[in-house]
């Protein structure tokens, strides 16, 4: 089964409102990235976390090992945050070796 | 800060043929990776190397090899082009003895006829 749960699979949003993003682990993460990937295809880091928080502008992600999940926050969406969104988490590998969530496309409308 | 950069951007094959994707980078990392992604899917791995001449296998190296000629390229060889592997390659890098944080290049779209 797949060891990173990405939700939700798409998402549209209207511009200047908020939202959440969620990664469920199935088994132990030690670090988890999230990355926007553009239309261009490019994957653009926008956090990487060991537990705990971190914020960034009107980004926002957590990451609580215990209960095996992370979230980002999207605060004020405007339409140049539109793309997919990815969570990435390594299993307690020495070398982090990432697994990717299936990733959430979020759609922003003015 | 660095970059990494891959060639070609786009690559063309024949079912059966063999074909070799490249990866460079400057930010003087120690580890190096490739993923393949699927249209409308997440990133697995192919193959990384936490050194020169190193080598490790990920979940999808069945059908690749891969080749860690010096600390700043990384190559990935498709050993026999099929249809069912059309996809986007992304190389990545990190410091193992830093951050952690891995950093992508742009891609390959492999198109196989």
């Known amino acids: 089964g797949d060891k990173v749960k990405q939700s939700p699979s798409a998402l549209s949003l209207q511009e200047g409102t908020n939202s959440a993003l969620r990664c469920n682990f199935s088994i132990a993460a030690t670090t988890v990235q999230w990355f926007l990937q553009n239309p261009r295809g490019s994957l653009i880091n926008l956090f990487y976390l060991v537990p705990g928080t971190k914020e960034n502008g009107r980004l926002k992600s957590a990451f609580d090992s215990k209960e095996s999940y992370s979230t980002l926050h999207i605060r004020d969406a405007q339409l140049e945050d539109s793309g997919t969104y990815f969570c990435?988490?390594?299993?307690?590998?020495?070398?982090?070796?990432?697994?990717f969530g299936s990733g959430t496309k979020l759609t922003v409308e003015p | 800060g660095g970059i990494i950069t891959q060639t070609p951007k786009f690559l063309i094959g024949q079912e059966g043929q063999k074909l070799t994707l490249k990866c460079q980078q400057n930010f003087n990392h120690d580890t190096m990776y490739w993923y393949r992604q699927d249209s409308g899917k997440g990133l697995r791995l192919i193959y990384y190397s936490i050194t020169e001449n190193d080598l490790q296998k990920g979940d999808l190296s069945e059908g690749y090899d891969a080749s860690r000629e010096k600390k700043s390229s990384f190559s990935l060889t498709v050993t026999s082009a099929q249809k069912n592997e059309m996809a986007v390659f992304l190389c990545?890098?990190?410091?193992?003895?830093?951050?952690?944080?891995?950093?992508f290049g742009p891609g390959t779209r492999l198109t196989v006829l």
């Open positions: 990545a890098s990190t410091s193992l003895l830093s951050s952690y944080e891995q950093y």
């Open positions: 990435a988490a390594d299993i307690m590998s020495n070398y982090n070796v990432l697994y």
